[in-house]
Structures are given as structure tokens and as C-alpha cells.
């Protein structure tokens, strides 16, 4: 809750001043250290303590099933979700180098491969899960079995006849983990944060792309998908990314708040900082445009797909601002630092 409150302070006070007068302008090296320790590593870091809490929670649940325990499960993978989901925002291949992120938060599942897994006796160790593609074994193949009532699964978690799928859904939690952690791993073999210093203005424009993917994504991917099913008046919550568990506003709110952070920075040292001290009024047009997308999606209290069926021009007023604040990316953001943006980051999601 502090850092949310921390973002939207940032967010609507501009850096120029403090980079103006008798105070310096942070150095690109400073701010790639800041931003790799801050929000990269920290946010990889939060994803790995949150799947260990999931692993314990599942534990729980295969242990000892109940109606109790299985609504303490759903509720931490949500929790963890939604941290996987901002982890998930630095995919980008030369800043983390392996696939563990897709890999970990891997959507859509496949629930027929799921289906036949829980019905088989193919082995559930460490070694067999990994071999399993991710589409079966992922963050959202774990939603498929926990969110039952909602995701079209016919296995009732807590059932006592199910057994085989609470053993499932603890070696898929294992399996996230063990994602997380060599991601985590990798992070501090690489000491990313002195390596994009090093990197300089390469890091500069990834870290730009990154900022521009994410949103154009959103919209391009999640936001036209759900305004597309509403359109059909067929949805199904199977076909929406967090649909089963009631989540899709938050694993979009997730998305812009990261973008967001990775702007403003920790205490100011973010992209927005070396904007700031080179083009004032194009930082200021960049945290207005990010501030109010933020906004917007945190106003949303019920999932996406039921506000386009219930108030489609909710949805585009959205869309109209997460619109706009790609543009303010492209343009301010990506101008002010020498970028220069030669691909549809859509593609990326």
C-alpha cells in the first residue's frame, strides 16, 4: 500500500524541479542501477516470495482439503498472479536471460491436457512437471484447477475423490517456484544492475521498449480480446487471462502500475528523472498521461469482461487513455531519450 502511494505521488510530482537550479541531474548509469535493484530485481524477488507462499498454501490444501482451505489457496494465488504479472513486465530476453518468466505465468492454459494429466498415473516429480509444456503446468494451469466453478474444470478442490488434482496443483506450485528462483538467480549472476550502467543508452532504449510494449500490448492484446468476447455475448471466463478467478482488472492494473514505477523510479530514479532534466514539459505531458491510466484502472472493481458486457463505454474510455499514454511514450518519452522505436511490441505479449 505505501509504494502505491509513493506511485501516485511521483507520479504527479514532476522531477524537473528537483534536477533544476543547484541540483544535479541523476546520471544514466544511476538511474539503470536504481531502476535494476528497485524494480526489476525487487519485483522478481516479490514474485519468488509469493510463489513459495503459494507452494505452502496448496501444501495446506492437498494435507488436509476443505472448503476453507480452499478459498485460502485461491486468495494467495491471486496475490501471487498479480506479482507475477508485474515480473512479468521485464520479459525482454537481454535483460533476463532465460524463459522461466513466459515459462512461470504462461496463459493461456490447455484445460484437456490438464484434464487428462489429473486423470493419468504419469508421475508428478520435480523432473516430470518440467517436462510438461507450460501451458499445462503454469500459474494460470493452477487457476484452471482452483477456480473449478468458474473455469469449466471438473474437478471440486477440496472434493475428497480429488486427490490427484490437490497433488497436481502442488507440484505445479513447485514447478513456479522453481521458475522464480533460477530467474532470481540468473539476475544476481548477472549483476544486472552494474551491466545495464555498463549497457548505457542500449539499456536505455530496452527499458523504453519495454515501457512501450507493455501498454501497447495491453490494449492491442488483453483489452481488444475482451471487448471482442463481450462483443460474441459467448464469454467464457476460460478465455480471458484471470477470468476464472475474477482477476482481469487487476492483472491489468498490474501492468500500468509497473510502467508506471519503472518511470518514476524509486525516490525519483526512474526514466522519468532523465526526462525531466532534458525536456520538462514532455516529463510532465508522460506523468499525466500515466497517472490518469492508472487511475482508470484502478477505478474498475469488477473484472474487465463484465464491465464490457455491462458498460462498454467504460471499457473505451479505458482504452481511449491507455491509448493516449502509449503515444505520450512514443513520442515524449522516447524522443526526450534518444530512442528510437523500430517494432510493433505487441508482438511481444
Known sequence: MQRRHFLAFALVAPVSAAVGGCHRAPKKAQVLRSLADDVLVTGVRDAVSASDDLR????RLSAAPSAAAADAAR?????????WKRANAFRDQLLVKNNELVRAAFWPPRPRAIDDLVRSDVPLADADIDKLGADVRSLYAMEYLLFAERSGSPFGIDAPENARARRALVAFASGVSRCGKSVAAGLADSALGTRLAAEGQDAINRLVGVAVGNVESFVANRLATIVWIASTKRSR????EGGPSGISHKLGAAVLEVTAHLYAGEQGQGLGALVAAVAAPADERVRSAL???????RSFNQPLETVALADR?????????CKALEIALRSDLASALGV??????ADAD
Open 56 to 59: 505452502a498454501a496448496v501444501s
Open 75 to 83: 486468495a494467495v494465488w491471486v496475490t501471487t498472479a498479480v506479482k
Open 237 to 240: 471466463p476460460i478465455d480471458v
Open 291 to 297: 497517472a490518469t491510466a492508472v487511475a482508470s484502472i
Open 313 to 321: 463505454t467504460k471499457i473505451d474510455a479505458l482504452v481511449a487513455k
Open 340 to 345: 528510437t522505436l523500430t517494432f510493433s511490441s
